[in-house]
């Protein structure tokens, strides 16, 4: 927010005031008006004609006169003399202690910074009427804990002259972090802040009581404004989040649970400008916080669709409306929260069939979407959904060969945060915020176990910030890489290292485990195209239904399966003393297959697709191959003409450069920890050093030093 934007808020409180020696002044200037009437009229060579102008109107010779008067000067020639429709313009110099009133004509114009005084288009009959006002003197007030803050300003007494700079400069901070400065309250207790910077400076154009915010040392902080709406159970537009949690560096957004309210509006989202223009977060979406600790997001509202623009039934047994026909025309349609005072729960069967409209939004009490509940409208792009939906399949929106873009908004509390899957939420954030070049390691649980990133940066000379994005092989490794695209350029690197799984060679099928890893970065679903993916919705249902009966959390709840800022499980996992398949030889048989069945047209054509997003974001994509314990691969993809023929069909088929070969990537039992695939601390090091090997042999091809 700029200082002028916050100066604004310190107006114009003196339009319709007038002090008595404005009307002295007014007084003065009356007489003028006198003067110009009677010269209008009489002020002409005697004997002589009047003498036609271009317009073939006769001119008149004006003398415009400004008299003295309290608070100003006249220092140019007065008084002057014009044709009448001319303008008249005068030097004045405003007094000291004295200002232009604010409620003048129209016609006059009063420039401060060269002191011309110009009154427009002057005729008969004419009246003209200006002054000038003595200055205001206002209070002043800094509230401040100094046990946090030393702070200097350049009031000595507490008063104020109008219009006057006043600078106030955070000189010492001791154990807090400077947030900023507001005016209504501290912030926290729904005051507006003015500026996040430590050296303020403004004109006084009211009384002003200016706050210190201070949040403890290294905290974030978020400010929410209403733009538009309230903060819930106050009159207070505006209300702050400190977020001191220290293991993320992405708070999560407020989700729906009431915190701001606006009558006749659905809240979809927050953004970076009040009207809309900046970068878009839905509800409990990651968001990077700038260094200086604080962020502001305004409310996004949408308008509720009136009532009469639907079909309606009322369910007598549960008190709740279900929508049953769409009768409007509109391009976004925000289906009401409330219905007769009922809220409405349910989207029925061909509700939105062959309709118009482009973008589609649902409050927070929808839990059912019918089966072809969106039918054949072809224009439909954009679906804003509350996390709430517990019935719903991938039917429920059908022939609609328009619909790409899926925001998701959190309503509930997530569940998953504190267990392995949650982790992908310091994955994802480390994908945001680390800074080109880098380079992005993507596969299942075989990386997110077996990669130790601070080593490989170190072996890569420092060249390139590692992000571990190993996530688990059981879900698409498209999505992820399409999602990660958006946030690679010019000399970055994907390294795609799948296990031998169909989900990591380009499988399209989102399932729950996807959900429930995605579960507190709802947001990445914005980044990818859904048409490309299957069972979406029929999946976040059945998601959704299983976590109704598990406990709440928190975003800010941590695993103990301990990640660290790479997206590594730091946790030491010590070698096992048996080179064997894991468990044991009684209790596992080989799985592992190097097989080519996983290179379908249809998987080879999904992941082709975001190794080319990638691409044309700038970046280079590299395969390499998981660790397999050798113990656990099946017997014929032992055989080095197998592995070859798996290596070649990815080369021959892939749109990726493979820089690896799979059998240096078959080690011994040993290395293992709890799977075939997730390998020990030392093993995770044998491997990461390998692939380093590899990725400098691919540079050496390039000419890359």
Sequence with gaps: MSDKHINDRFTKKHKNSKSKSIIACFAGLLVVAVM??????????????????????????AMVSVSEDCGYEVESENPVRLASGDDAIFKIRICDGFKMTEDQPDNIIYNSDDGTLTIKNVRYPTEITFGVRPLETYTFELKNDEKNCLIETSVT?????????????????????????????????????????????????ENVVLYANYATEGAQLI???ANGGTVTGSKSTSMAVENL????????????????????????????????????????????????????????WAKETDASQFRYKKNTDTNTVTITKYLGNEETVTVPQYIEGLPVTEIGANAFLMKKFK????????????????????????????DMITNMTDISFSYCGSFSTLYINAVTDPRYTAGRNGTYQ???????????????IVAGSSSAYGIDSARLEKNLSGKYNVVNYGTN?????AFYIEVASHFMGEGDILLDAPEPHKYQWGYNEINTTTWQIFEAAYDAFSYVDIRNYTKIFTSFAAFNRTRQSMTPRKYTDYTSETVNQYGDYIKYKPNRNADTIYPSPDKAKPNLDFSTSFFTDANVKCMNRSYSLVKEAGAKVYISFAPTNKHAIVENSTKRTTQLTYMNTVKEKYNGTVISDVADYIMKGNYFYNSNLHLSTAGSQIRTDKLASDILAQFSKEGIK
């Design 245 to 300: 949690d220290n293991n993320y560096i992405c708070p999560n957004t407020l989700q729906d649970k009431d915190y701001l309210k606006r009558d006749g509006y659905i809240l979809y989202g927050y953004n970076t400008e009040a009207d809309g223009s900046g970068k878009y977060y839905g509800l409990g979406w990651n968001i990077p916080i700038p260094e200086s600790g604080v962020l502001k997001l305004y409310a996004m």
């Design 36 to 61: 110009v009437t009677a010269l209008l009229l009489l002020t002409y060579d005697k004997g002589k004609q009047l003498i036609p102008n271009r317009r073939g109107n006769y001119s008149i010779t």
């Design 359 to 386: 973008t589609l939004i649902l409050g927070k009490h929808i839990g059912t979407i019918s089966a072809n509940a969106v039918s054949k409208c072809s224009s439909f792009t954009t679906l804003y959904m509350p």
């Design 157 to 205: 007494d507490g008063k104020i002259t109008e219009d006057s700079l006043i600078k106030v400069t955070v000189k010492k901070i001791t154990g807090k972090s400077f947030m900023g400065f507001s005016v209504g309250g501290k912030v926290a207790d729904g005051g507006t802040m003015v500026s996040y910077s430590p050296e303020y400076e403004f004109r006084a154009k």
């Design 426 to 440: 310091i994955k994802f954030e480390r994908l945001i915020t680390a800074p080109s070049p880098k380079l992005v």
């Design 473 to 477: 092989q059981g879900t698409p490794a």
């Design 223 to 225: 400010i929410y404004d």
